[in-house]
């Protein structure tokens, strides 16, 4: 009878255990996530064609590569349409926990606009964008994903993207922009579909305001409705549970690919498409703020 006891108070406490350990949920760094997002604009502004960009590209995968072996570059060629330049552009793409098919796809675009054509003073027009909230945000915090990722597996496959060409787009010609995602949704196999997708851009804002996009609240109604009730149960309250602006971005491309994505955007950022969109008018607060949420989702 003892011995019967002393079993069953052994399983019980080993169930107990294993409960706990299930229930562990690394800390998302904002910290690292912020040095992250300053070594991309320590390049410079990262446009197609140019050294900075070739730098930071070899960064990102550099990167990468300390977290898998799973990293491929995907090169493609794209037309510039305000001059006809030719140029080379390179989506990126590092698989995580391969053997899981239950996966996941985390999205941010990398490079940065060629022209500040929204800055207040037309003398900044023609000289390109840092894109520290517009580029450099996201994949700062899918870096700090892919380090966590690493250390723990998730409960799911991850696959993280970042698109290339995104922002050489002319405005009301929505075919001009996206350019990464829309090679990456032709290119990839037909069998992929993860669970969903969740595209970050422009997060970094230090005065963030996360409103839902229309699009993705239209087209994937219970993804978005997952992502800001985690906010919500976290008390994160920048993400807020209302529908705000319908912005052509690159969950787009996903969508009509029939990949569900969501986009997770900051679309009231003072500075878009600015000169001014530089480190200082980001916060590392904000970064934590979709991380947190994110890893929240990856270890349910």
Same mark, same amino acid.
């Given at each position: 009878?003892?011995?019967?006891?002393?079993?069953?108070?052994?399983?019980?406490?080993?169930?107990?255990?294993?409960?706990?350990?299930?229930?562990?949920?690394?800390?998302?760094?904002?910290?690292?996530?912020?040095?992250?997002?300053?070594?991309?604009?320590?390049?410079?502004?990262?446009?197609?064609?140019?050294?900075?960009?070739?730098?930071?590209?070899?960064?990102?995968?550099?990167?990468?590569?300390?977290?898998?072996?799973?990293?491929?570059?995907?090169?493609?060629?794209?037309?510039?349409?305000?001059?006809?330049?030719?140029?080379?552009?390179?989506?990126?793409?590092?698989?995580?926990?391969?053997?899981?098919?239950?996966?996941?796809?985390?999205?941010?675009?990398?490079?940065?606009?060629?022209?500040?054509?929204?800055?207040?003073?037309?003398?900044?027009?023609?000289?390109?964008?840092?894109?520290?909230?517009?580029?450099?945000?996201?994949?700062?915090?899918?870096?700090?994903?892919?380090?966590?990722?690493?250390?723990?597996?998730?409960?799911?496959?991850?696959?993280?993207?970042?698109?290339?060409?995104?922002?050489?787009?002319?405005?009301?010609?929505?075919?001009?922009?996206?350019?990464?995602?829309?090679?990456?949704?032709?290119?990839?196999?037909?069998?992929?579909?993860?669970?969903?997708?969740?595209?970050?851009?422009?997060?970094?804002?230090?005065?963030?305001?996360?409103?839902?996009?229309?699009?993705?609240?239209?087209?994937?109604?219970?993804?978005?409705?997952?992502?800001?009730?985690?906010? &919500?149960?976290?008390? #994160?309250?920048? !993400?807020?549970? %209302?529908?705000? =602006?319908?912005?052509? *971005?690159?969950?787009?491309?996903?969508?009509?690919?029939?990949? &569900?994505?969501?986009? #997770?955007?900051? !679309?009231?950022? %003072?500075?878009? =498409?600015?000169?001014? *969109?530089?480190?200082?008018?980001?916060?590392?607060?904000?970064?934590?703020?979709?991380?947190?949420?994110?890893?929240?989702?990856?270890?349910?």
């Amino acid at each position: 009878m003892k011995k019967t006891i002393l079993i069953a108070l052994i399983l019980t406490i080993t169930l107990f255990l294993s409960s706990c350990q299930s229930q562990v949920v690394p800390k998302f760094n904002q910290d690292n996530a912020f040095d992250f997002l300053k070594k991309q604009c320590d390049f410079g502004p990262r446009v197609p064609g140019t050294e900075p960009h070739i730098k930071c590209k070899n960064y990102l995968v550099q990167t990468l590569r300390k977290y898998t072996n799973q990293v491929t570059e995907h090169p493609f060629q794209t037309r510039i349409k305000l001059n006809g330049r030719s140029v080379a552009c390179y989506n990126i793409i590092a698989n995580f926990n391969t053997e899981n098919s239950k996966r996941l796809l985390l999205c941010a675009h990398w490079d940065t606009r060629p022209w500040a054509d929204r800055d207040p003073d037309p003398a900044n027009h023609k000289k390109p964008v840092m894109g520290a909230s517009d580029g450099a945000s996201g994949v700062a915090v899918l870096l700090e994903i892919a380090r966590i990722i690493h250390i723990l597996k998730p409960n799911y496959g991850v696959d993280i993207v970042f698109f290339d060409a995104e922002d050489f787009g002319s405005y009301g010609d929505n075919d001009s922009w996206a350019l990464g995602s829309k090679h990456f949704a032709q290119t990839v196999s037909s069998q992929y579909r993860p669970e969903f997708g969740i595209l970050l851009d422009l997060i970094g804002d230090a005065d963030q305001q996360l409103f839902i996009e229309l699009n993705s609240h239209r087209y994937a109604r219970e993804i978005v409705d997952r992502i800001w009730n985690k906010a &919500q149960d976290l008390g #994160i309250t920048e !993400f807020i549970p %209302e529908t705000k =602006h319908d912005v052509y *971005d690159d969950h787009l491309n996903l969508l009509q690919a029939g990949i &569900q994505c969501v986009d #997770i955007i900051d !679309f009231d950022y %003072e500075y878009w =498409h600015t000169i001014e *969109d530089t480190p200082d008018k980001c916060s590392p607060r904000s970064l934590g703020n979709v991380g947190r949420v994110l890893v929240e989702l990856l270890y349910e």
